[in-house]
């Protein structure tokens, strides 16, 4: 197939470093890391990464901001963000009101012509300009993908990545592919949805068939196409490794576990389970130690334990837990105690500081959680108990959907980002005619210094397409990815808004400062410059990014907007 080059001025993101991608397509090796659909009224911020980034546009139209530059992108476009770059892609709503979608895949590549594989950083073949155009075919395999989300079996997994692969190659020109039919792939993805969600039941191809609206023939050939299998060799597959989680989990006796996954008695599972895995059940549960091997935000793969149930907490986001109903059991999460995470954190040993090894022994953890991106400091704690990191930084749903497929929660990670999301939408509807177009910054003092709020804190809540704007001096720090810019007061007024926040913090020395900076003449300038006004708040509960109390500020966040001090 000849790939068409996109009619769209080329966005040029980043310039590939050494070494250079191989110019055969058929020496390019990828591997899918993890999937998602962005269908989101928000401002979407695509954080620099290790990892590539493959954004497919499949409706509407989206804006791209990369290096300084803006460019609309119309559905059927794809966009490759080399590692290390980042972006912010701004969702056009339609006149119908229906927002644009996106699929969003983070993969690595490696170079398979040299004697030893080459890791690849670079733009890769085909993609040049950063843009090229997306195929019918494509957006259909885009879709059959997504689709197999949730599906957890090994055939699968390797489904997902056979399907990337032929992606991949299509958007550089070295395949031809022909997907089955979108409807019929939809029918057989709600079955998957079916299949996991009702393992006990008693499913025969005909029964799955009719309720896909297909004929059995249709339907077997559809599965097939998308899983590699046949309805029943699936179904199999998915019974034993459930059954494989419970065993490593501890879940009940044998008698149990073959009665949760569909087999008629526990002879016959005990039959099937030695054919698929060569070993007897209850030797399996013994030899596998209750593991699992996850991916972390640093990209690392890591043994935890299956079903943890001491969580060590270190960081300042862990309402991102709370809201999935964890509850860690200690760690270093003060600052977050202070707020709405405090109330569900009542039997929480907080440490000393973040590198009390000691104290975290005593608490006896099976599981650390980290927030800080550092390999070394997780690999120090890694002496306690396994150490996961978690980018408390990046983008709510992409944090939500990380902890919910280390947890086996990936749905109820779904269920709560929409209605988290439909909350929000439904309070800027409220409050965002009163306030459209204006511009906000978040100051605070922090550790005896000045910053102005980036991604973090009250601003997260506040930057929203139909709530406020960050003032023109923060959009750079924001694309970036920054948390937060430090600065002097005297510079203050470079990030003066029609609305100003003033964060004060709890301690003393901090709040004093606070004092000063308020009766010094900078703030009397960022007062005047203020002209839809000035909100002074307690950072122990205004300055929180975490899921949990994200989702309380919610309800009070009209009622600060609505006075000013």
Same mark, same amino acid.
């Given at each position: 197939?000849?790939?068409?080059?996109?009619?769209?001025?080329?966005?040029?993101?980043?310039?590939?470093?050494?070494?250079?991608?191989?110019?055969?397509?058929?020496?390019?090796?990828?591997?899918?890391?993890?999937?998602?659909?962005?269908?989101?009224?928000?401002?979407?911020?695509?954080?620099?990464?290790?990892?590539?980034?493959?954004?497919?546009?499949?409706?509407?139209?989206?804006?791209?901001?990369?290096?300084?530059?803006?460019?609309?992108?119309?559905?059927?476009? +794809?966009?490759?963000?080399?590692? $290390?770059?980042? #972006?912010? %892609? @701004? =969702?056009?709503?339609? !006149? *119908?009101? &229906?927002?644009?979608?996106?699929?969003?895949?983070?993969?690595?590549?490696?170079?398979?012509?040299?004697?030893?594989?080459?890791?690849?950083?670079?733009?890769?073949?085909?993609?040049?300009?950063?843009?090229?155009?997306?195929?019918?075919?494509?957006?259909?395999?885009?879709?059959?993908?997504?689709?197999?989300?949730?599906?957890?079996?090994?055939?699968?997994?390797?489904?997902?990545?056979?399907?990337?692969?032929?992606?991949?190659?299509?958007?550089?020109?070295?395949?031809?592919?022909?997907?089955?039919?979108?409807? +019929?792939?939809?029918?057989?993805? $709600?079955?998957? #949805?079916? %299949? @996991? =969600?009702?393992?006990? !039941? *008693?499913? &025969?191809?005909?029964?799955?068939?009719?309720?896909?609206?297909?004929?059995?023939?249709?339907?077997?050939?559809?599965?097939?196409?998308?899983?590699?299998?046949?309805?029943?060799?699936?179904?199999?597959?998915?019974?034993?490794?459930?059954?494989?989680?419970?065993?490593?989990?501890?879940?009940?006796?044998?008698?149990?576990?073959?009665?949760?996954?569909?087999?008629?008695?526990?002879?016959?599972?005990?039959?099937?389970?030695?054919?698929?895995?060569?070993?007897?059940?209850?030797?399996?549960?013994?030899?596998?130690?209750?593991?699992?091997?996850?991916? $972390?935000?640093?990209?690392?793969?890591?043994?935890?334990?299956?079903?943890?149930?001491?969580?060590?907490?270190?960081?300042?986001?862990?309402?991102?837990?709370?809201?999935?109903?964890?509850?860690?059991?200690?760690?270093?999460?003060?600052?977050?105690?202070?707020?709405?995470?405090?109330?569900?954190?009542?039997?929480?040993?907080?440490?000393?500081?973040?590198?009390?090894?000691?104290?975290?022994?005593?608490?006896?953890?099976?599981?650390?959680?980290?927030?800080?991106?550092?390999?070394?400091?997780?690999?120090?704690?890694?002496?306690?108990?396994?150490?996961?990191?978690?980018?408390?930084?990046?983008?709510?749903?992409?944090?939500?959907?990380?902890?919910?497929?280390?947890?086996?929660?990936?749905?109820?990670?779904?269920?709560?980002?929409?209605?988290?999301?439909?909350?929000?939408?439904?309070?800027?509807?409220?409050?965002?005619?009163?306030?459209?177009?204006?511009?906000?910054?978040?100051?605070?003092?922090?550790?005896?210094?000045?910053?102005?709020?980036?991604?973090?804190?009250?601003?997260?809540?506040?930057?929203?397409?139909?709530?406020?704007?960050?003032?023109?001096?923060?959009?750079?720090?924001?694309?970036?990815?920054?948390?937060?810019?430090?600065?002097?007061?005297?510079?203050?007024?470079?990030?003066?808004?029609?609305?100003?926040?003033?964060?004060?913090?709890?301690?003393?020395?901090?709040?004093?400062?606070?004092?000063?900076?308020?009766?010094?003449?900078?703030?009397?300038?960022?007062?005047?410059?203020?002209?839809?006004?000035?909100?002074?708040?307690?950072?122990?509960?205004?300055?929180?990014?975490?899921?949990?109390?994200?989702?309380?500020?919610?309800?009070?966040?009209?009622?600060?907007?609505?006075?000013?001090?």
């Amino acid at each position: 197939m000849s790939r068409k080059k996109s009619s769209l001025n080329p966005l040029q993101i980043g310039m590939p470093p050494l070494p250079a991608p191989s110019e055969k397509p058929d020496a390019l090796h990828v591997h899918l890391l993890s999937m998602e659909r962005l269908r989101s009224e928000h401002r979407t911020m695509l954080a620099a990464s290790p990892v590539y980034r493959l954004l497919l546009v499949t409706g509407g139209s989206v804006r791209i901001h990369s290096d300084g530059k803006c460019l609309p992108i119309q559905a059927g476009t +794809a966009i490759l963000l080399p590692p $290390d770059e980042f #972006a912010e %892609l @701004e =969702h056009d709503r339609h !006149e *119908d009101g &229906t927002l644009p979608s996106c699929f969003r895949f983070d993969f690595t590549a490696a170079d398979l012509s040299e004697p030893k594989p080459i890791r690849l950083f670079g733009l890769l073949p085909g993609f040049r300009d950063g843009l090229t155009e997306a195929s019918s075919q494509i957006l259909e395999l885009a879709e059959e993908l997504h689709s197999l989300r949730f599906a957890r079996t090994a055939p699968v997994r390797n489904r997902r990545q056979t399907i990337f692969t032929r992606i991949i190659a299509l958007l550089i020109g070295n395949e031809e592919a022909s997907p089955i039919p979108v409807d +019929a792939a939809r029918a057989v993805a $709600d079955s998957l #949805a079916d %299949l @996991e =969600h009702r393992l006990a !039941e *008693d499913w &025969t191809v005909a029964r799955l068939a009719e309720a896909a609206g297909l004929n059995s023939r249709q339907y077997a050939s559809a599965f097939r196409a998308i899983t590699g299998l046949s309805p029943l060799e699936y179904l199999n597959d998915l019974r034993i490794e459930h059954a494989g989680r419970l065993l490593r989990r501890g879940n009940g006796p044998l008698r149990e576990v073959a009665s949760r996954t569909g087999f008629r008695d526990e002879y016959y599972f005990s039959r099937r389970f030695r054919a698929a895995t060569g070993s007897s059940p209850g030797r399996y549960a013994r030899q596998s130690g209750g593991t699992l091997a996850v991916r $972390d935000s640093l990209h690392r793969r890591v043994f935890v334990p299956a079903q943890p149930k001491r969580i060590l907490y270190l960081g300042e986001s862990v309402g991102d837990l709370l809201a999935l109903g964890i509850s860690p059991v200690g760690g270093r999460s003060a600052p977050s105690r202070l707020g709405f995470c405090g109330e569900r954190l009542e039997r929480f040993t907080e440490l000393a500081s973040d590198s009390d090894m000691r104290g975290a022994a005593a608490v006896r953890p099976d599981l650390i959680i980290c927030t800080r991106m550092d390999e070394e400091y997780c690999s120090r704690w890694s002496g306690v108990a396994p150490v996961l990191a978690h980018n408390s930084w990046g983008p709510l749903h992409e944090r939500m959907m990380l902890l919910g497929n280390w947890f086996g929660r990936e749905e109820e990670s779904e269920r709560w980002l929409e209605h988290y999301f439909e909350r929000e939408r439904g309070m800027w509807n409220v409050v965002g005619n009163g306030i459209k177009g204006e511009t906000a910054s978040v100051f605070t003092f922090e550790r005896n210094r000045l910053f102005v709020m980036g991604r973090v804190g009250l601003s997260a809540l506040l930057y929203h397409p139909d709530g406020f704007s960050p003032a023109e001096s923060l959009l750079d720090p924001l694309r970036r990815g920054d948390g937060y810019v430090e600065i002097s007061p005297e510079k203050a007024m470079r990030y003066a808004a029609d609305r100003v926040f003033l964060l004060l913090p709890s301690a003393s020395e901090e709040r004093k400062l606070a004092g000063e900076f308020m009766r010094s003449p900078y703030w009397e300038q960022l007062q005047r410059a203020a002209l839809r006004g000035i909100h002074v708040v307690e950072s122990s509960k205004w300055n929180f990014i975490d899921a949990y109390s994200r989702s309380r500020l919610l309800t009070d966040l009209p009622g600060l907007l609505g006075k000013s001090n």
